[in-house]
């Protein structure tokens, strides 16, 4: 059984910086990780993602160059370091995985590739 459980949302000021962090629980050494996010009223929307054989990083083009998505398999944990954050950057973030045989599904309606998914951690930039 697969757990996701995210850390690290605040709020933030216009160019600040934060760290999100997903522990993992479960056996998920080959699954794709990804960070997706949600602002009300908005479609969820993939931000990175992680492929769990090779380490493919695919980003959202507005996030590119800003974030950078991470993992560290001996912790069982997946990162999100998101650099001068925006206020269009303010979501509710999730954590989510699947086996997905090396695809990092990231486009429109991806979040339906994935499975397990975390409860969310909330980043609000003013």
């Known amino acids: 059984h697969v757990q996701l459980v995210e850390s690290g949302g605040g709020s933030v000021q216009t160019g600040g910086s934060l760290r999100l962090s997903c522990v993992i629980s479960g056996r998920t050494s080959n699954y794709c990780m990804a960070w997706f996010r949600q602002a009300p009223g908005k479609q969820r929307e993939g931000v990175a993602s992680?492929?769990?054989?090779?380490?493919?990083?695919r980003y959202e083009d507005s996030v590119k160059g800003r974030f950078t998505i991470s993992q560290d398999k001996s912790k069982n944990e997946v990162y999100l370091q998101m650099r001068s954050l925006r206020p269009e950057d303010s979501a509710m973030y999730y954590c989510?995985?699947?086996?997905?045989?090396?695809?990092?599904?990231?486009?429109?309606?991806?979040?339906?590739?994935?499975?397990?998914w975390g409860q969310g951690t909330q980043v609000t930039v003013s």
């Open positions: 992680i492929s769990g054989n090779r380490g493919r990083i």
């Open positions: 989510a995985g699947d086996l997905l045989q090396g695809a990092t599904p990231l486009g429109p309606d991806s979040w339906r590739d994935y499975g397990y």
